[in-house]
């Protein structure tokens, strides 16, 4: 089975501290994902990365950054934190770059900012 | 714009009734369609899959639907358990290759009652 493991279930923080939510994958997937997800809003892409040292931004990537130095590992870094920043945060990830590859997900980070 | 739209928002059932959610969406070129199941702290798992060509594709308990032409799925859930009780992910993908970029539904919020 699939593994995708987060480091932190929650996680609480005070506006402008710097944030690193950590994922890791089990299974040498190609591509990784991070997400976050907010009532009525649903899932919106922050920053995917096909392999390792690339990334590319996805829908809201304003105000974070990603990492990836090692394939099975994919990093999103908050560099200043803020309240509007509080949200569930979800690490994906895929087998390949193919569209028909299932997107395996992690149990999720709640970051609260305060 | 691509958009994937679910109603109802939240539906609430007794045990042992059948239920079915529903997805519209207006994603343009269509690859894939999925519904993911999401369980309270957990993240998102992959209940079905539909192409273009397919309409109809049955996971146990679960049935989904999909009519290309008019753009709408369903997913089916027959003798609902206590199990059941999750929010429900409409996921369209609109490229082949795309790196697995996925539209997300707003979810369903289904509550099944003894």
């Known amino acids: 089975d699939v593994k995708v493991t987060q480091s932190s279930r929650y996680l609480v923080k005070r506006t402008g501290e710097k944030v690193f939510l950590e994922c890791v994958q089990d299974?040498?997937?190609?591509?990784m994902f991070w997400y976050r997800q907010d009532p009525g809003l649903g899932l919106r892409l922050i920053y995917f990365?096909?392999?390792?040292?690339?990334?590319e931004k996805g829908d809201i990537p304003e105000g974070y950054s990603v990492s990836r130095e090692k394939k099975e590992r994919f990093s999103l870094i908050l560099e200043s934190a803020s309240t509007n920043q509080t949200s569930m945060y979800l690490c994906?990830?895929?087998?390949?770059?193919?569209?028909?590859?299932?997107?395996?997900f992690g149990p999720g980070t709640r970051l609260t900012v305060l | 714009k691509n958009q994937v739209e679910q109603s109802p928002q939240s539906l609430i059932i007794l045990e042992g009734k059948n239920c079915t959610l529903q997805?519209?969406?207006?994603?343009?070129?269509?690859?894939?369609l999925r519904w993911y199941k999401q369980d309270t702290g957990r993240g998102p798992v992959s209940l079905t899959i539909m192409t273009f060509s397919e309409n109809t594709k049955s996971n146990g308990r679960y049935t989904a639907t999909l009519d290309a032409d008019t753009k709408q799925s369903s997913l089916h859930i027959t003798a609902s358990q206590l199990s059941d009780s999750a929010s429900y992910i409409c996921?369209?993908?609109?490229?082949?290759?795309?790196?697995?970029?996925?539209?997300f539904g707003q979810g369903t919020e289904l509550s099944v009652k003894p």
């Open positions: 997805c519209n969406y207006t994603v343009s070129p269509f690859s894939n």
């Open positions: 990365s096909y392999d390792v040292k690339m990334k």
């Open positions: 994906a990830s895929s087998l390949s770059r193919s569209s028909y590859n299932e997107q395996f």
């Open positions: 299974m040498d997937h190609e591509n």
């Open positions: 996921v369209v993908s609109s490229n082949y290759n795309q790196g697995g970029k996925l539209i």
